[in-house]
């Protein structure tokens, strides 16, 4: 099954900063796992552990310590982990991803209009799987994304409660991301 078909019926996806939180995402009943830390020395660790559990692993490749900001650092990613998706704010390093195969998710900021106004630019330069904006709260604003873009949504950062993550998928987003591990818990009842 195609990943944004078990995206659309696994839609909370547990975003990670920590071992602790790792751990804790892979004994939840979230499919996928957003990872937002380790370095270039643990990441295939991380990645591993997700695999193992049977889940589907993210990498926030800005966030990892030990790389530049150059492409190549997708290459190593292909070669050291079994990640099925990068996650970045940068257009070039989602171009690169989309070349060695992986799911790509371009994740963008919405604070003002013209933000708002550059989302489709944006996501023409990186052509992602699925965009995700943060912050996630924001159900007003999710929905004319969802109506400005052809991509599926992620509603990422401050979804901190049921009401707010019903409040995203009300809006049309395809699936929330959060480090949240009360909202993890409504996995199975959102889907």
């Avoid at 990670?16 to 020395?41: E, M, P, R, T």
């Avoid at 060695?100 to 023409?124: L, P, T, W, Y």
């Amino acid at each position: 099954m195609p990943l944004i078909h078990q995206l659309k019926q696994n839609p909370v996806i547990a975003a990670v900063k920590d071992n602790a939180s790792l751990q804790l995402a892979i004994d939840s009943k979230c499919l996928f796992i957003s990872v937002l830390y380790g370095n270039i020395c643990t990441i295939s660790a991380i990645v591993q552990k997700i695999k193992k559990a049977g889940k589907y692993a993210f990498v926030h490749v800005d966030l990892l310590e030990g790389t530049s900001n150059k492409e190549v650092v997708i290459q190593f990613l292909k070669l050291v982990t079994q990640a099925d998706g990068i996650i970045s704010t940068k257009a070039p390093m989602l171009k690169a991803a989309r070349a060695e195969g992986f799911f790509c998710i371009h994740r963008m900021f919405i604070v003002d209009s013209i933000s708002f106004h550059n989302i489709d630019k944006q996501a023409s330069l990186s052509n992602p799987d699925c965009i995700e904006i943060l912050p996630g709260c924001m159900p007003k604003v999710l929905s004319w994304v969802t109506a400005k873009i052809r991509q599926p949504l992620i509603a990422g950062g401050l979804v901190c409660d049921e009401e707010e993550a019903r409040n995203a998928i009300n809006a049309g987003v395809t699936a929330l991301s959060t480090t949240n591990t009360e909202v993890w818990k409504l996995a199975k009842k959102l889907s």
